[in-house]
Structures are given as structure tokens and as C-alpha cells.
């Protein structure tokens, strides 16, 4: 009796402990819930009887936002795939009843599939930097996101960043290169204009004995760089993206673009930042 008293009283307690913490939960989410309905409807009420553009949100609007929406979440389009944005399509006529009700389950879903995305090309990247590359293989790849699609599989994507993961590698090579062959000229900004002034750098390197790097050495110093700006440029992704001041700065302004380029909606530290600035 004694032990089924026991296990009944243990069997109370969880249940009260889950209750509260389903409690908090809910609190928070009803607060934050709360906090962007009211976010939302200020906005609104500020863009359509203040702005001198008189447009309204509506589903032409919501449609023009989503546009922006999506250039906002991936501008280069280096980690969302064409499937993932038309999953995201069923949203496209939705944004102003979001920012409306504070119902942002396009900014949720948005970000879940981008966290996603980027932790699989981080590992990609980090991977791929850890092996030799060819250099000498003949390739184009297109820099201007404005002039590509998003591509529509992972092994594309991949494709897409080892083309321009050679691009950066063969752009820090160069630079280090002429920094070693005409260090002069590269601090004055230009390059020597003669043999004449070439062949007297040469000298003089060799008056200093100065050690020259070999190409060996000099792409493997390119490869590190190019390793340690990503270990920094991802770390700094997926911190930033978690936040949610963040990810409601690129909601809100993908509408208050689209009643002008010059009218946006500052998250808190940005507006903290703003106020020194201006005093």
C-alpha cells in the first residue's frame, strides 16, 4: 500500500511539473505571439495612413513582399533550393494577414528550411576545403545571383560551391602573389611599369634575402584564408539567424520596401545604434 501510495504521489508530481512547464511554454509563446501581433499592427498602421506612397496591404502587396521576403532570406541564393522556396509559395498572398495577426508561421517555416540548408553546406564547405582543388580545369561559373535561379538539387548546389570556392582560392593566390613579386607596388597601388623597375625589385629583394613562397605555398596559404573567413562567415549565420529580432527585421522589411526602399522598421539594437548615431 505503502509503495502504491508512493508511486502515485511521484505519478502527481510529474504531471504538476509538466503541467507548469507546458505552462511557461505557452506563456511565452502567447507573449512573443502577442508582441508581433502588435509589432504588426502598428507597422500597418503607420504604412497605410502615414506613408505618402497611399498603398494598402493587401494580396498585391503580399505578393510584391513575398518577392522580397525570399531575396532578404538568400540574396546570393547559396542555400535554398527552387523546392524549398516553392514550399514556402503557399505563403506568397499571406503576408499582410500575418503581419496582421502576428501569425508568422511564413518567417518560422522560412528560417527552419534555412538553418537546414545552411548546416548541410557547412559541412559541405568545410569539407571540400580540406581537399586538393584543380586549378587548371577550364569553367565558368556566374557570380550575379540577379541572373541565376535557384538550383534545384543539393548536388547542384555543391557543384555551385566548389566553382566559386576556386574562385575565391584563385583570387587570394593572385593577391599574394603580387604582393611577394612587387610589394612596393602593391602598397602604392599599382604595378611596376617597366622590366627595367622589375628587374631592380629582384635585386633588391635579394640584397634583403627575402624567402619567396613557392605556388605550393603560396595556394595552401590561400586555402587557410579562405578556411578561416568561413569558419567565421558561418558561425556568424547561424547565430544571427536564431535570433529573432533578426529574422522579424527581414519580415518587416520586405513590406516597407515595397512602399519604399527607403522606409524600414529598426530591431531594437539597431535602433539603439541609430539613436547614437544621430546624437
Known amino acids: 500500500v505503502s509503495q ?3 508511486w502515485r504521489q511521484d505519478d502527481s508530481l510529474g504531471q504538476e511539473t509538466e503541467s507548469i512547464k507546458s505552462s511557461s511554454a505557452r506563456d511565452e509563446f502567447t507573449s512573443e505571439y502577442s508582441r508581433e501581433m502588435m509589432l504588426g499592427g502598428l507597422l500597418k498602421g503607420a504604412l497605410e495612413t502615414m506613408h505618402l506612397s497611399k498603398l494598402k496591404l493587401d494580396d498585391d502587396t503580399s505578393q510584391k513582399a513575398f518577392l522580397e521576403f525570399i531575396k532578404k532570406l ?11 522556396v516553392k514550399q514556402l509559395e503557399k505563403y506568397r498572398k499571406e503576408m499582410d494577414d500575418a503581419i496582421i495577426t502576428g501569425k508568422l508561421n511564413v518567417v518560422n517555416e522560412a528560417f527552419e528550411l534555412l538553418d537546414k540548408r545552411y548546416k548541410v553546406i557547412r559541412v559541405y564547405v568545410m569539407e571540400r576545403l580540406k581537399k586538393p582543388f584543380d586549378y587548371k580545369q577550364q569553367t565558368t561559373v556566374e557570380t550575379d545571383p540577379d541572373k541565376r535561379e535557384f538550383l534545384k538539387t543539393e548536388e547542384e548546389l555543391k557543384s555551385y560551391w566548389e566553382k566559386m570556392l576556386t574562385l575565391e582560392i584563385l583570387g587570394r593566390y593572385a593577391d599574394a602573389k603580387e604582393e611577394q613579386d612587387y610589394p612596393d607596388d602593391v602598397k602604392k597601388g599599382r604595378r611596376a611599369k617597366t622590366e627595367k623597375e622589375k628587374e631592380k625589385d629582384k635585386k633588391e629583394r635579394l640584397k634583403k634575402k627575402v624567402v619567396k613562397l613557392t605556388q605550393e605555398q603560396l595556394f595552401a596559404k590561400a586555402v587557410d584564408e579562405v578556411t ?6 558561418f558561425s556568424r549565420l547561424e547565430t544571427q539567424n536564431k535570433k529573432r529580432d533578426y529574422q522579424l527585421d527581414k519580415f ?8 519604399d526602399p527607403h522606409t524600414y522598421y529598426m530591431i531594437p539594437e539597431e535602433k539603439d545604434d541609430f539613436d547614437i548615431d544621430m546624437s
Open 4 to 6: 502504491s501510495r508512493y
Open 74 to 84: 538568400d540574396y546570393g541564393k547559396q542555400f535554398l533550393l527552387l523546392s524549398d
Open 228 to 233: 578561416k573567413n568561413y569558419e567565421k562567415i
Open 252 to 259: 518587416y522589411n520586405s513590406i516597407t520596401e515595397v512602399f
